[in-house]
């Protein structure tokens, strides 16, 4: 699917309860982190206010969350998850997060990131979400063990063998039933949609080609909305853009969900 104009209003009540997608009091944060401590401020503006969001992560990080229907004692595995504050939700709902992150190159963060300091950010929070500095394929993780697996706008970033090497490693990784939420961004002035191959923030990935790197089920997505499915037809998303959640980097929201066969 892509992500409607209009949010649910389960949604909006997400995103306030937990001050999502940009802290708590936004307009304040400027000021503040000139004079308080990365703890300080961490403590004050809350886990979302760690790391620079599109607009689109109104309803990326509501979904992601709704689609997985955290349970305490779940494992999740968050795909490149930086700073953001999803997966400290997600601790504090019970759940046992691990980040696996190689490098913060492509993340847009104000703080240093390294184990020491994530120690710390988890203290603030209460919560221990386990980082891991590493590619999946050599990150030392267990087989068959997550109950379900995400990644929040990461895969259009990276290149065709690194979405292969995740696709594969959380499949191998996910229990038998466990499931995979994505989200993706779509660029309105990239190939399909417009006229240039990629931009500075990626390209439009082939949607039905990454869910065929491995064994998933499509469990949830509409394939006339996911780019590269036959279903999929470019010049009925630019007639009907006004009903689309456009981000501020013109980027619409591509949503899907893969299951591993029980």
């Known amino acids: 699917m892509l ?13 306030r309860t937990h001050n999502a997608p940009f802290g708590r009091w936004p307009q304040l944060q400027r000021a503040t982190r000139k004079f308080l401590p990365p703890l300080a401020f961490a403590a004050l503006h809350g886990p979302f206010s760690l790391q620079t969001n599109n607009i689109t992560r109104e309803f990326e990080y509501p979904w992601t969350f709704h689609a997985a229907q955290p349970r305490p004692g779940q494992k999740a595995l968050e795909i490149g998850g930086g700073f953001s504050g999803i997966q400290f939700i997600f601790a504090r709902h019970g759940c046992s997060v691990f980040n696996i992150d190689p490098g913060m190159e492509r993340h847009s963060l104000n703080w240093r990131y390294d184990l020491s300091s994530f120690s710390r950010f988890n203290a603030v929070f209460g919560t221990n979400v386990k980082l891991i500095p590493s590619t999946i394929d050599r990150a030392n993780l267990p ?3 997550f109950d379900f697996a995400y990644s929040v706008s990461v895969l259009e970033h990276l290149s065709s063998d690194e979405i292969r090497s995740i696709m594969t490693g959380v499949f191998q990784r996910l229990r038998p039933g466990g499931f995979f939420a994505i989200t993706l961004d779509l660029f309105l002035e ?17 949607v039905k080609q990454i869910c065929e790197m491995a064994p998933f089920v499509l469990a949830v997505g509409n394939r006339s909305e996911l780019n590269g499915f036959p279903e999929f037809d470019p010049e009925r998303v630019k007639r009907n853009l006004s009903s689309y959640f456009i981000g501020q980097r013109s980027t619409l929201t591509q949503c899907l969900v893969l299951q591993k066969s029980p």
Do not use: C, K, M
Not at 3 to 15: G, S, T
Not at 198 to 204: K, P, Q, R, S, V
């Open 3 to 15: 992500a409607p104009r209009q949010l649910p209003y389960h949604f909006v009540a997400w995103n």
């Open 143 to 145: 087989l068959a063990s």
């Open 190 to 206: 990239v190939v399909p949609l417009g006229p240039n191959v990629e931009d500075e923030y990626g390209t439009n990935v082939d």
